[in-house]
């Protein structure tokens, strides 16, 4: 592909992203992957090339572009090099009028901007969410040894009072490693490592991860576990859930139960769990708005009406968790978002809700908010989150 023909080709994925962005539809790495499929005279270098047009387009409008041409017209407006492909050659995109419009910069619609603001994310902070992010994984315990040898050629960064995270520079092809196949690492963003930490697990312990999805943080549990005690990891998606158990076995962790839950009857399916947990850590389904690093697309695709059913769904999370956790317990709530409806705000209806209940210190890292810690990538060089942990009445 010639540099023109690359840049229109970023075009038409941007086209087909935004359509998919309005209408629900499919994500950007599936439609990229979808792209490439039917073009496959595109050699490894084009694509790669064509990635970094598009994900730098995505990660420049806040607001959904009205095209993929107003979206590429934006980002050329910043840098001449792109620009000057703009020049109707063969397969090449067509020059760019005078008066032509143009996808306007910024991290986040207009309307997440207000909330970033009331939730006290400032623009610096916003930025910082749409910025690239680094390839974070977790050292597996279970399986020992030390995989930092593995990457010799690479830049491996260890994070700070975090032992078990290595850091790795962006697009490294970890899944192609000795360590990642044996199942000596996990891919786990260092902010993710850090709010599991909250569960305080320890081998032995009775616990539920209750919103488990693909099982990252279960694996994160069972390794603090030493591999011993009960994990029941739950979860209403089915495919989602279903990954878990190859990963288990990869990372050699064998006291995962996993069990798929009925949406709305999750209480009558957890009946045999009352006041038996020592930790119940929920991941909440949320917006998201603190890995838009890695999905920066994702910002297009919320919408007011979005955060509010996450946000019921969540409070009623946090309600079924409460009579599954056994006295001297604790409850971990934890969300991949910076708007305080859905981490600060949801904590203290608990509270309200639920007298007796305490909140405690959950983690040393991020900063303080509301009953418990956030974390934002520009503070803490990892993905946003935020997390508390509650104690029931003794």
């Known amino acids: 592909m010639t540099p023109g023909a690359r840049v229109q080709a970023a075009i038409e994925l941007l086209d087909r992203i935004i359509d998919a ?38 990660r420049r409008a806040g607001e959904v572009p009205e095209s993929g041409r107003a979206a590429m017209v934006g980002l050329a407006r910043e840098d001449e090099a792109i620009a000057s492909l703009f020049d109707g050659s063969a ?11 143009a996808a306007k910069a910024g991290a986040a619609p207009a309307w997440i901007g207000k909330r970033f603001k009331a939730s006290d994310i400032g623009p610096a902070e916003a930025a910082a969410l749409v910025a690239r992010a680094p390839l974070d994984v977790r050292v597996n315990r279970l399986k020992g040894g030390d995989p ?16 078990d995270a290595l850091r790795l520079p962006p697009g490294s092809a970890i899944e192609a490693t000795e360590a990642f196949r044996n199942g000596l690492i996990e891919v786990q963003d260092a902010g993710s490592q850090m709010v599991t930490l909250a569960a305080g697990a320890e081998p032995g312990m009775a616990v539920i991860d209750l919103c488990a999805g693909a099982g990252g943080k279960t694996l994160a549990l069972a390794a603090a576990m030493a591999n011993r005690g009960t994990i029941l990891a739950t979860d209403t998606d089915r495919n989602r859930l279903s990954r878990l158990a190859p990963r288990a076995e990869r990372a050699g962790v064998s006291i995962v139960e996993t069990r798929l839950l009925d949406p709305g009857r999750e209480g009558e399916a957890l009946a045999d769990w009352t006041d038996h947990a020592d930790v119940v850590l929920i991941d909440a389904p949320c917006s998201g708005t603190g890995t838009w690093r890695r999905n920066p697309e994702a910002r297009w695709r919320l919408t007011p009406a979005r955060i509010d059913r996450l946000v019921a769904t969540q409070a009623r999370l946090l309600d079924l968790a409460a009579p599954l956790v056994k006295p001297g317990g604790a409850l971990v709530y934890i969300v991949c978002s910076l708007l305080d409806e859905e981490g600060p705000t949801q904590v203290a209806r608990f509270l309200i809700d639920h007298p007796g209940w ?14 418990g810690r956030r974390l934002t990538p520009l503070h803490d060089a990892t993905d946003g989150f935020f997390v508390a942990r509650l104690r029931p009445p003794c």
């Open 358 to 371: 305490t909140a405690e210190q959950p983690i040393l890292f991020g900063r303080e908010r509301g009953h």
């Open 21 to 58: 962005a309005r209408q629900g539809g499919a994500a950007a790495d599936t439609l990229i992957a979808r792209y490439f499929a039917e073009r496959r005279y595109a050699g490894s270098k084009d694509r790669r090339a064509v990635r970094e047009l598009v994900y730098a387009a995505i």
């Open 148 to 163: 930092t040898r593995l990457f010799a050629d690479l830049a491996v960064e260890r994070i700070a009072d975090l032992p």
């Open 91 to 101: 397969r090449g995109p067509a020059p760019i009028g005078t008066a032509e419009g």
